[in-house]
């Protein structure tokens, strides 16, 4: 099956970015990446700005610079603290003397709005422990994350890889792949070597499927018997050829789990 190609995106400079560009030099005096990046970061406070102002005008039904007999008016502004992709900053939220204005661009209880929940995860996938990605959040983004709300975060996904672990199967693959992937794992301050069991199956429609990701330290028949009955449990009830390598006791397993199965090494 050839592998699917991914497209690749061309950044088309058009008139209006050299324009934009030009002027962002020009306003800023960029001479190096991280004027580039306090630049973005002081626009995207500014247009942060700009949305909740345009919000507000929304919400009471007039602009700033009209005049109105509504008993709801502007009423100053709060300052509030979030976190961005380019680091910590203060915004000015605009309010209403009624305090009924919600905020939509940010929403009220919002802190971050730089998608810190997956580069935390994808920080702690890496095997960096959570005083790590404190660290790390605090050296490159410039605020801090303590190591229970990273634990928290990282908390979420199991739900979602319980969900996925255990969602049903179409009841006939015409070919499983089994392989292993070592991992080096931290284990109550212990580095140790684990497997991490692949099994890849092909759909009646010719698509691939990860059906199962095992960790395992000792094959066995008894350990593989566990897992095919694992996919039974979820639908699977007939594999027409199943390949792996010589897996400790994966023949017996597959003839006493599927035993039209044919195996393949």
Not at 126 to 147: N, V
Not at 151 to 170: F, G, H
Not at 242 to 260: N, Q
Request: net charge negative.
């Amino acid at each position: 099956m050839a592998r699917e190609k991914k497209p690749v995106h061309k950044v088309q400079m058009t008139e209006g970015k050299r324009n934009i560009i030009q002027m962002l030099l020009q306003e800023y005096d960029i001479e190096s990446a991280q004027d580039i990046q306090d630049a973005l970061k002081d626009l995207l406070g500014g247009t942060i700005k700009e949305m909740m102002e345009a919000e507000m005008d929304d919400h009471l039904g007039y602009s700033k610079s009209e005049r109105s007999d509504s008993d709801d008016y502007r009423n100053g502004y709060k300052t509030k603290q979030v976190n961005s992709s380019y680091g910590s900053m203060e915004i000015e939220v605009p309010q209403d003397r009624k305090s009924t204005y919600e905020l939509q661009v940010v929403k009220k209880r919002q802190k971050d709005i730089s998608d810190i929940d997956q580069k935390i995860i994808s920080m702690y996938a890496k095997g960096m422990t959570t005083r790590q990605i404190s660290d790390t959040l605090e050296d490159i983004y410039g605020f801090e994350a303590s190591e229970g709300f990273i634990s928290d975060v990282t908390d979420k996904i199991m739900p979602q890889i319980e969900d996925w672990q255990n969602r049903p199967l179409s009841e006939v693959y015409p070919v499983l792949y089994i392989d292993a992937i070592h991992y080096s794992v931290r284990d109550n301050g212990v580095v140790r070597k684990l497997a991490a069991y692949v099994i890849l199956g092909i759909n009646q429609d010719g698509y691939k499927e990860v059906l199962t990701i095992e960790a395992g330290e000792n094959e066995s028949s008894k350990y593989w018997l566990s897992v095919l009955n694992g996919l039974k449990n979820r639908g699977e009830k007939d594999i027409l050829i199943i390949c792996a390598d010589g897996l400790t006791g994966i023949k017996e397993a597959i003839a006493a789990a599927f035993p039209k199965t044919e195996y393949q090494r």
